[in-house]
């Protein structure tokens, strides 16, 4: 080989290499935005459930769901007992010291001599009664579940704002048992609260 075919040779290989090299530096730089744009985007969604999540009237984050990897079934509470599934003691557990309010719904028990059972309508409307003049803040929500063939059945269900002080110190009927839980939907999704559907009487179509 020539001198002159050998150098251009060599003049071809340092062109290839060079392009080769400057695209492999580009496709690095992409790959490294498209990586810290995804962290970014990351952030910005913490950020949003952080700040944006719903409050209430008084200004406190609302915690409306929380999931766990906790399960198991629950016995019902004894009467004076005011008991809590894994999802909620485990979220008053998280947000300990901080400015929330749990919106949880609550089945209410009683001991009938033999077992005991939930309350009947006309008792747990005269409950909710007695909780509202106490001055807890109970709403009327509606709910989906599944049933049959994958449609949705909505029902609707009381909850209430609860801050840790109000859990801790639950003024519950002594002759009643209370299990406290978030209300999610059929999906898992929570449930939205309007601060104008509070009850002052008592709920006309709980299901």
Known sequence: MS????????S???????DEALKLKKKAKK??????GAVA???IMIVGIVFWSPTTHDGRRVISEYHTNSSGSYAAPSPGEAAFTSAVREAREKY????????LG????????E???QLSEEERIAEYQRLISLGYKLYTAESWTYQGKGEKRYYTVVVGYFTESELSLFAGNPEYGYMFDFVTNGDGSS???KETDVITNFPTNYS
């Open 31 to 36: 790959t490294g935005w498209i990586k810290w």
């Open 106 to 113: 609550f089945s209410i028990f009683k001991d009938d001599g």
């Open 12 to 18: 071809e290989l340092d062109t290839k290499y060079a």
């Open 41 to 43: 985007a990351c952030l």
């Open 96 to 103: 300990e010291g901080k400015n929330v309010s749990f919106l």
């Open 115 to 117: 077992k005991t059972v």
């Open 3 to 10: 001198a002159k075919k050998f150098s251009d040779a060599m």
């Open 191 to 193: 449930i939205s609260v």
